[in-house]
């Protein structure tokens, strides 16, 4: 038990989603369909903290769940086991296997061993798996919901807290049993995975919504919704240099610290190039900085931006500078949130890049708004912390008319800077300029850009073109 009085439910993230852990000698309800990690999130539980356990075994025998607790890393050998499961010998050619014998159809066969084993080993923790599986040994519904409440309250005004599970069914639905507990998670199979929610938590607040659950080595991760309120830190405003003058130029100094910029344009007009600037600066300040490319390997990065002139390798090498590859088909939001906030609270990340918002776009589970609502709570909370953010965002058109982001996310930006494909004179060229800037002013004219083996490089304002943002511009009689 933890200095807030919560018993440790044992899983990461689980914590975070229950306010501290489950509170001491109630009962919870685990609920989902088969596969969703129950029974190992059960474990987890029972080998969370110190004191007495016991696992109540309804379905699969108890040499077949400490080895599967062995694979996935779960040290099971001080758990006390009681196997209930079905016996193998009760089998024989004049009886079906789901057919109990006489005796063992009675329930109070069932609860008198389960009270035994309670007076045996005082346990401070119970997992039973499943609870519905009590069903077949009682008359009906009614009688079912009487033998668990008695259960329930037995196992707890001895001080144990009690964890069971629940397999419901269209045809067996476990809707009654919520109301004989003080709280209900409930695992489901998601398109990515697993997700966890908390429907019902007596006695305190819990984070709300659906959670991503991951099963790895040493069991269930949960992956807590990223809620920005929930995180804010006092620090100093200052502006952020790209390193390039005539950039800085164009941003009246830079970009802020705390704030959201977004480079916007076509595929291959020098997004990338401008934001590694950003990050090259930052690193060469001795702050971290990272980019987390949804896009591109973190080798072709680190190999462009040295064609450019920055040193990425160098600023890579003293830890300053960290690059990582992300592979949105295999990552959540709420995984990729939780690796963004690792970097920023353990690591002392200060400068995000997040290359790019098409590559984000894969990790969501295809709703239209999903893309804001996600990306709004991560810049909101990277805007609490202090922490300087960079989107890269890819527009469809190359020419034609101009588009100025993506997905409708230029209300999370504080500045938005745009580079623009243009044809003049049968040449294909490349422009930049600033579309807004909250925190101060800008240049409101557009340069011409160029991306050389020195850097980049901007031109004097295009003040004889009109029509640049249109892609066909025209010059002006002098």
């Keep these: 038990m933890d200095q807030r009085g919560r018993v440790d439910p044992g899983v990461p993230g689980l914590d975070t989603v229950l306010h501290g852990g489950f509170v001491p000698e109630r009962a919870y309800m685990l609920s989902g369909a088969p596969g969703t990690g129950k029974t190992v999130l059960g474990l987890q539980f029972l080998t969370a903290g110190e004191g007495s356990t016991l696992f109540v075994g309804f379905e699969e025998p108890a040499e077949n769940v400490r080895a599967n607790a062995e694979r996935l890393g779960i040290d099971a050998a001080d758990v006390a086991f009681l196997d209930l499961s079905p016996d193998g010998d009760a089998f024989d050619e004049d009886r079906r296997y789901d057919v109990f014998a006489a005796d063992e159809v009675e329930a109070d066969g069932v609860t008198d061993r389960i009270a035994r084993a309670v007076d045996e080993h005082d346990p401070d923790r119970v ?23 008695s259960f329930i309250r037995f196992l707890t005004d001895r001080g144990a807290t009690v964890l069971f599970s629940t397999q419901p069914s269209s045809s067996v639905p476990d809707d009654d049993l919520e109301f004989v507990c003080d709280g209900t998670v409930s695992l489901s199979h ?8 908390v429907r019902k938590f007596r006695g305190s607040g819990f984070a709300s919504g659906v959670h991503t659950a991951r099963i790895r080595e040493g069991g269930v991760r949960v992956y807590p919704r990223l809620v920005p309120g929930d995180h804010a830190v006092e620090f100093t405003a200052e502006t952020v240099s790209s390193g390039v003058d005539e950039l800085d130029d164009l941003l009246h100094g830079g970009i802020d610290r705390g704030t959201v910029t977004v480079l916007s344009g076509p595929s291959g007009v020098g997004k990338t190039t401008t934001a590694a600037n950003f990050l090259a600066e930052t690193a060469a300040r001795d702050e971290r900085a990272v980019a987390f490319l949804f896009e591109e390997s973190a080798s072709t990065f680190t190999h462009r931006s040295e064609a450019t002139g920055l040193p990425m390798r160098r600023l890579r090498d003293t830890g300053t500078l960290d690059v990582r590859e992300v592979e949105p088909l295999g990552v959540s939001p709420d995984e990729f949130a939780a690796e963004v906030r690792t970097a920023v609270e353990e690591e002392g ?21 999903d893309i804001v609502r996600e990306l709004h709570a991560l810049c909101r909370y ?22 100025v982001t993506s997905d409708r996310i230029s209300y999370l930006a504080d500045t938005i800077v745009f580079l623009r494909y243009l044809e003049l004179q049968g040449e294909l060229r490349k422009a930049i300029g600033v579309l807004k800037k909250r925190t101060s002013d800008f240049e409101r004219t557009l340069r011409e850009f160029r991306i050389t083996d020195e850097g980049i490089d901007l031109g004097e304002p295009m003040t004889r073109l009109r029509g640049v943002l249109s892609g066909s511009p025209e010059l002006l009689d002098e």
């Design 349 to 369: 990340v200060e400068t995000v890049l997040i290359d790019g918002v098409s590559g984000y776009r894969l990790s969501l589970r295809g709703e239209d708004d």
């Design 190 to 197: 998601a398109e990515k995975g697993r997700t966890l929610e």
């Design 382 to 403: 990277l805007r609490n912390v202090g922490v300087t953010a960079i989107l890269v965002d890819d527009v469809g058109s190359v020419t034609g008319d101009f588009e």
């Design 127 to 149: 997992f039973v798996d499943p609870m519905t599986q009590l069903r077949h040994y009682v008359r009906d519904d009614y009688q079912f919901r009487r033998e668990v409440a």
